[in-house]
């Protein structure tokens, strides 16, 4: 069993950054998969990013609308992956959850509230 606690999330005007952090409970963090999903009410939870396993430097991916905004990156060493969010929009407004993955066993963490508003 994996626990996921995330952090970061708040209040921030539009054009703005916040920086989410995931902690996680393993030693053997490096071998999953990390991922960064967010949810808004009435709305299927959407994928934002994710990492893949292994070197911190491993292979990234984005949804088309964070591209070029959002970048993920991973601590091996402190069982941390990170989201830094940046030129944020109202649109951005959701519930941030972290996801550990590893064939067929998934973690969650609670989730964390991001709130982009003037």
């Known amino acids: 069993q994996v626990q996921l606690v995330e952090s970061g999330g708040g209040l921030v005007q539009p054009g703005g950054s916040l920086r989410l952090s995931c902690a996680a409970s393993?030693?053997?963090?490096?071998?999953?998969?990390m991922g960064w999903y967010r949810q808004t009410p009435g709305k299927q939870r959407e994928l934002v990013a994710t990492?893949?396993?292994?070197?911190?430097?491993?292979?990234?991916n984005y949804a088309g609308s964070v591209k070029g905004r959002f970048t993920i990156t991973r601590d091996n060493a402190k069982q941390k992956v990170y989201l830094q969010m940046s030129s944020l929009k109202p649109e951005d407004t959701a519930v941030y959850y972290c996801?550990?993955?590893?064939?067929?066993?998934?973690?969650w963490g609670q989730g964390t509230q991001g709130t982009v508003s003037s």
């Open positions: 996801n550990a993955n590893r064939w067929d066993y998934t973690y």
């Open positions: 393993t030693s053997r963090f490096s071998i999953y998969a």
């Open positions: 990492i893949a396993s292994g070197a911190s430097g491993g292979s990234r």
